[in-house]
């Protein structure tokens, strides 16, 4: 006998049944689940698992969404259970090590920071090479490139914080040209689509609330001299005379930080549908007490999005989000800021106030009166929306028209004392710099979809948009305040130190398509084009065309292996196509007019104007024309899966300073000039290594090869300057320097060596035992600038991650890995510690291993050699950044349904995790993979470690989930 029911509104069902009946529930999309009746038991909660093959799993790409088994090109997913492990303000930060082919390195710990987010290898020499991020269709750009100096724009909040990663449902990166030229010119870089969750239909009001409390420390300190070994290491270098001792013996990183930082979020949401509508909306609170003292960033977003089917042809919705960061500063920004003052100094001085040193006649105080009293301020707001409709023309073609809009205004303030070091000498500054975004997109779409004759599928879309944006950027900064702690603001300022400005605006117009076909699930086509016009370029070049096209083949699905109880998949698919890149700053083709400094433009006693620059009308777009080769493979029923990619980027036409004849009156000129290539090989592997009914563990490993070069400058250069960190040949972001071949151990070998020399001398610095030998590069027996030779790069030789997730009952854990090999590091630290002996500062540990005559066997020259490379690097100094670190463990716990059958609540969830557990590096700096600040986010510039950057964290987290 069968007895039916079905469940109401609120997912309810009763019926009579009686002991060793089994009851049995099913839904489309869904598990059957099933349990035996028994007699002591009159209540149970079932919930339904998902049963979504990877084949059947929907791809987000752009403008729409397909199945995974007729995708053609290269597109990596996570989703929202995978964003969650990693506690972060940021969604890029959860990207680490999850996605073969897709370099994430975390900026640093401090609250609101990125990573930096590298697809495919570096192709940009100028700039950044982050790829576009697309948030429910808003285009986000993380470093928009600004005429003339950076500064302006580098103290901008991350544009990323504008959405929260736990409103987030999933992450799409788009790779090759295939799926990413359907962004044609902003594409080059790679494309991130993020999908924020959104209400479901036919459920009841769901009431969610999570809270969690985090730990935050560093996950290392500089290993420093205490107060003893300090005064021993002076004295033993003679500086005894020139220093008086301190009875202090302070560990001065202890001070300058926050000893187990607090960060507590509070998230609260509520969603629904009915067969006609859906619902969704969040609000969530954040206080986050940074790892240096004197930071904290409190930040609160709100979400709410709606869909509705107003008649049965049109729906329509939106999405809307806003953000506002509260982020308080000192200006104590890393640890090497505490670690290297003098430990024989204690906090406080007998008579109460700050301990201090005399510089020049000028009292600076320790850290604690020092850079803990800079006051810092910035302030950041964000709104994020879309609203669209769509109507269906007649079946199998929609039309969707979408409006989108991204608003953003930050403002910081920093005030310096007049007691702290900036402010000794003229009195306390004030720093006040804003900046104001707008960008709109506003796209519209035709899609037809029809299936003839039950074997051919076409899927097209066509469409056209238009994009705008424009920032605007100032900066000011004040002299001479009457107090330091009230009257601080503008008003009460003395003087006006200095003013900067800055605009820039782009316009994209764009018309695109794409055609999928499909015959019979086993050879499929795509087919995608976009043509964009950018006021970036000027009327000779302003328009590009950016196709590509895609083939795959459905092997598994042939007669052949249509039986086979081995295989449940395999494809063969292959790319090409060309995506673009815009990046210069807009009207850059033209000339333009400014004032210039002091009086420099003024004429009879009136400020003019002045030409700056030459115009080239012809400046074009960056192409990047890539080839993707592909093999897919599943096994036992979807149980194991595995995938090997092959890619090759070429990017030609890069625009860099090329000289112009000097009858100009500049040095240069924007131009298309440079080359560049990537080449490389993706793998994964993953699968449920265990699958049984109480117990699951499923396990994936990623790794990625990749291969960069600078194939030619054309005598281009990344400034008017020259270029630094590039160099025809060689891979972005090179390091040179002299090659150290050994340390000189007698007088007698350096006379040796200048004996040969054509100068009499081998090199200026090697004077005495103890300094370095360089090796000779073009054989002329002498050092000079000529002998600079390439040391390492910054690019990984591979990179990758493990990414495992366990279930037992109703317990969950995860432990996932990232791992980095291959790529160098500038330790700029080591060089400047060496060179000299200073009795202001403290130093590492490391100086024990210099060159002494008692100490001949140590990997360092000896101290004060002039060889140390304090202005030219060395081998010494390039340090490899390889590392393996355990990313995030969690373990979390699921209330049985039963326990909570009478309560009200619906889900309860507890869970310990932690982030940064441990790594594995010899790398001597902080960490490998922390960097500084770049400007305008600059690749180039990660190559360099002077130990200035916000030290990584390691967190502990306990919290809860509650739904009703």
Known sequence: MVEATATDMDGKFSLKAKPGHYLV??????????????GNKNVYAIELKENVSTLEEVVVVGYGSTKRKDLTGSVATMKAKEIVQINSQ??????????????????????????????????????????????????????????GSTALSDNRQNPLLSINPADIERVDVLKDASSAAIYGSRAANGVVLITTKRGNRNQAPRFNFSY??????????????????????????????????????????EEVTNNNALWRQYSVGISGGSDKINYLMSGHVSDQEGIMLGNKLNRYTFSSSLDADLTDRLRVGGHISYNYTDNKQSALSNLGQGAFYRPDLPVFNADGGYSFQDFSGLQRLNPLGDE????????????????????????????????????????????????????LENGALLFVQHSEGLSTSWSNTLNFNTTIANDHTIDALAGVSWDHSRLNLDAQSYLGFPDDEILTDINSAQTVLDVSSQATQTALNSLFGRVNYNFKDRYLATFTGRYDGSIKFGPNSRHGFFPSAALAW????????????????????????????????????????????????????????????????????????????????????????????????????IILFVPVPSQTGYSSWNANIADVSNKGWEIELGGDIIRAKDFRWNSSFN???????????????????????????????????????SIAQTQEEIDALNSEAPSGTYYSGLVQPGDYIFRDVNGDNEITPEDITPLGDINPKYYGGWNNSLSYKNFDFSFNFNFVQGNKRNWYRGATEFSSISTTSNVTTQIYNTWTPDNTDAEYARLESATHGNTTTTSKNVKAGDYIRLRSASLSYNFPKEWLANTG????????????????????????????????????QLARDTGASYPQARTITIGFNLSL
């Open 372 to 423: 803990a009293k800079v006051r810092s301020k910035a302030v950041a707001k964000n709104v994020l929306g879309t609203v669209y409709g769509e109507y269906q023309l007649f079946t199998g073609l929609r039309f969707r028209s979408q409006l989108s809009i991204n608003l953003n205004n930050d403002r910081s303030d920093v005030f310096h004392p007049s007691y702290t070091r900036r402010g």
């Open 703 to 741: 790794i990625s090869f990749i291969e960069n070069n600078v194939d030619a400058l054309n005598n281009g250069a990344t400034t008017n300057f020259g270029s630094t960190g590039i160099l025809e040949g060689e891979p972005i972001g090179v390091i040179t320097g002299y090659d150290v071949v």
């Open 554 to 653: 459905n092997v598994h699905n042939e007669n052949f292996l249509s039986n086979s109880e081995l295989l449940s998949q395999l494809k063969l698919r292959a790319s090409l196509g060309r995506t673009g890149s815009d990046n210069l700053p807009a009207f850059s083709y033209l000339v333009n007019y400014l004032s210039l400094n002091g009086t420099d433009s003024y004429y009879d006693g009136v400020n003019g104007i002045a030409v700056d620059g030459v115009p080239n009308l012809d400046i074009r777009w960056e192409e990047t024309d890539q080839l993707d080769l592909g093999l897919e493979l599943g096994m036992f029923n979807g149980r194991m899966n595995a995938q090997v990619v092959y890619f090759e980027k070429k990017t030609s036409g």
């Open 90 to 147: 940021t969604i890029d930060q959860a990207l680490i090590g999850k996605m073969s082919g897709v370099h994430v390195s975390a900026q640093s710990g401090a609250p609101g920071s990125g990573a930096i987010v590298h697809v495919r290898g570096l192709s940009q020499l100028v700039g950044d090479n982050q790829p576009l991020y697309v948030v429910d269709g808003v285009p986000i750009i993380i470093n928009p490139r600004v005429a």
């Open 905 to 940: 609540i619906d889900n309860l969830r507890l869970s310990l995790s932690g982030n940064n557990l441990f790594t594995i590096s010899d790398y001597p700096g902080i960490d490998p993979e922390s960097v500084e600040t770049q400007q305008g986010g600059a690749t180039v």
């Open 212 to 253: 969690s409390a985090t730990m935050q420390n560093p996950t290392r300190t500089y290993d420093v001299l205490n107060a003893r070994e300090f005064r021993e290491y002076l004295i033993e270098q003679g500086r005894e005379d020139e220093i008086v001792f301190g009875n202090g013996d302070t560990d001065w990183q």
């Open 25 to 38: 529930a099913t839904g489309i999309g869904y598990i059957m689940y099933s349990e035996q009746i028994t």
